[in-house]
């Protein structure tokens, strides 16, 4: 469902959008600033995504964990 909101641009680019949008074959201003506002949103994820990812392995990083296939392999395996 769309909702409906008003935004605010700057003028070279609203003639911008008004000369060009028919040429780059959109139907509508509101088509293309949808397509322009969908690309600039998937790669704001893309960014905030990669600063979580980040972040997640200098957590990682810090601390100290265990490996996992030296108590799986360890001495007392066999006693398992």
Do not use: C, W
């Not at 060009?20 to 201003?29: G, M, Q, V």
């Not at 506002?37 to 990083?61: F, G, H, Y």
């Amino acid at each position: 469902m769309m909702i409906q909101t008003k935004i605010q641009i700057e003028p070279e680019d609203y003639e911008f959008i008004k000369k060009a949008y028919r040429k780059l074959r959109y139907r509508s201003l509101s088509e293309y600033v949808r397509d322009a506002l969908a690309a600039k949103i998937k790669s704001d994820r893309k960014v905030l995504r990669e600063k979580r990812r980040i972040a997640a392995m200098t957590m990682l990083d810090g601390t100290h964990h265990e490996n996992v296939f030296e108590s799986i392999e360890g001495e007392d395996f066999e006693k398992r």
